[in-house]
């Protein structure tokens, strides 16, 4: 599948801001230099992305002053609302509607409904089980053909158990994407992520690195499992593990640790880091730089996702299958809105994708 263009990933997330409601009719959008630091990328991109929104009716740019929401977007969603009263709906919820990677999965969904005349309806739950709460309430209310969830905190007890099955009586399939709750039998589609965990490792490991950290989010389901694969690769090794080399953070003090001294301590003696995502890798780059510890030199880093911030800054990484994803997710939810087909769990193969991140050691 062909690489998309930088531009279109921020039309996407304008997009995803504006149909969710982040972004009013008349509100000043962000800068082009916001928008620059936002997305790593340059004037040119971001202009041309403000070109492709501007055609479409969704902003409006005033010479001097700045870029804004167009008041068109209340007639715009009202004939979507239209049309989509004459075929199917689909609900799709997402922990953030700005993720970098949301954009593209959400592009694989509407490549599929499309086609097949499905609309497509939005809600963010900001990684809140409250926030999950509200938009599972909200979708019921919708009178929806099927659900699309990432589920939030998926590694914690699931609270709004309640509601997944009075989603599952009304005869609404369900299908998650990315993580799943094990206390519901709902099919979901993700990377694999144990293989993602330990293909990174075992990686880092051909590299010559004996001494590997870990930084992972404690309550999110994929971390759990991309830690799993990390512990498989230095145990089929023959490596030990340490868990003073794992450093462990939340959304509420991800800044406090990535850019403290629990992540120093972790990567005491280390020579190497496998890092939750590429967002993960990127600010623990910037932190042990202003530190003194030169990437790679000093310490090899190794990301997931495969993320436009990995390609910005040289990082090895294991590619997300995102747009894929979406198509597989869309297409398995035709089969059980349509076909009336039982639903399935499918796994992406992990993909690295090597860069200028990691150094070989010699002499190991």
Not at 312 to 335: C, I, R, W, Y
Request: proline share 4%.
């Amino acid at each position: 599948m062909p690489n998309t263009p930088k531009y279109m990933h921020i039309v996407d997330w304008a997009i995803e801001q504006i149909n969710s409601g982040i972004y009013a009719p008349h509100e000043k959008f962000l800068s082009e230099s916001e928008l620059c630091e936002k997305f790593c990328c340059s004037r040119q991109t971001v202009r041309r992305a403000l070109e492709v929104l501007e055609q479409r009716g969704l902003i409006n740019r005033v010479q001097g002053s700045g870029t804004y929401i167009s008041s068109n977007l209340t007639a715009i969603k009202s004939d979507e609302s239209e049309s989509s009263q004459n075929g199917m709906t689909v609900g799709l919820i997402s922990t953030f509607m700005d993720n970098y990677i949301f954009p593209s999965i959400v592009r694989g969904i509407e490549g599929v409904f499309t086609s097949e005349g499905l609309a497509l309806q939005l809600a963010s739950t900001n990684n809140l089980v409250s926030g999950e709460k509200k938009a599972l309430n909200m979708m019921m209310e919708r009178n929806l053909d099927g659900l699309i969830v990432e589920p939030t905190r998926s590694a914690l007890p699931c609270v709004n158990i309640d509601l997944y099955l009075k989603i599952t009586q009304m005869g609404i399939p369900m299908v998650f994407i990315d993580s799943f709750y094990p206390e519901l039998s709902v099919p979901y589609v993700a990377l694999d992520d144990v293989k993602a965990g330990y293909v990174a490792t075992e990686y880092l490991i051909k590299m010559g690195h004996r001494n590997i950290s870990g930084v992972f989010p404690h309550s999110n389901r994929q971390a759990h499992l991309r830690y799993l694969g990390y512990v498989k690769a230095l145990t089929d090794y023959g490596i030990q593990m340490y868990d003073e080399r794992i450093c462990w953070y939340s959304k509420e003090n991800m800044t406090q640790i990535l850019y403290g001294k629990p992540l120093l301590d972790s990567l005491k003696n280390s020579t190497a880091v496998f890092c939750y995502n590429d967002v993960t890798a990127m600010m623990l780059i910037d932190f042990v730089r202003k530190n003194g510890i030169r990437v790679p030199d000093d310490l090899s880093v190794v990301g997931v996702d495969n993320s436009e911030l990995a390609k910005f800054a040289n990082l090895t990484s294991v590619a997300h299958p995102a747009e894929q994803l979406g198509e597989a997710a869309a297409k398995l939810m035709l089969d059980m809105i349509k076909r009336n087909v039982e639903g399935r769990n499918i796994l992406f193969p992990p993909r690295l994708v090597e860069r200028g991140s990691v150094k070989r050691l010699e002499n190991v």
